[in-house]
């Protein structure tokens, strides 16, 4: 089973960029769908974007267009790159292998804000 640590979350302005990193312990970590998700204050954990193992990518709606997710498999890394950013993207952000039952890391704040 993987360990997830993320990193990258921080305060922005609208229309700003970040990037968030996901480290990953552990073996067959090529072999994880990774996924990022978000939680909103008041609202539920909602999938932004996945990438499987073969490198095909989803994303929701909201984000397409603006983020892309990215994975390095010599480097057991999973990456979102967050451009043109908006109020409505703050929340914090989980980094997730294995789907909703799999593995999470413990989060990281992203706050857009002026």
């Known amino acids: 089973q993987v360990q997830l640590v993320e990193s990258g979350g921080g305060l922005v302005q609208p229309g700003g960029s970040l990037r968030l990193s996901c480290a990953a312990s552990?073996?067959?970590?090529?072999?994880?769908?990774m996924g990022w998700y978000r939680q909103a204050p008041g609202k539920q954990r909602e999938l932004v974007a996945v990438i499987f193992s073969g490198g095909t990518t989803n994303y929701t709606d909201s984000v397409k267009g603006r983020f892309t997710i990215s994975r390095d498999n010599a480097k057991n890394m999973v990456y979102l790159q967050m451009n043109s950013l908006k109020p409505g993207d703050t929340a914090v952000y989980y980094c997730?292998?294995?789907?909703?039952?799999?593995?999470w890391g413990q989060g990281t704040q992203v706050t857009v804000s002026s």
């Open positions: 552990g073996r067959f970590f090529s072999m994880y769908a």
């Open positions: 997730n292998a294995g789907g909703k039952l799999g593995t």
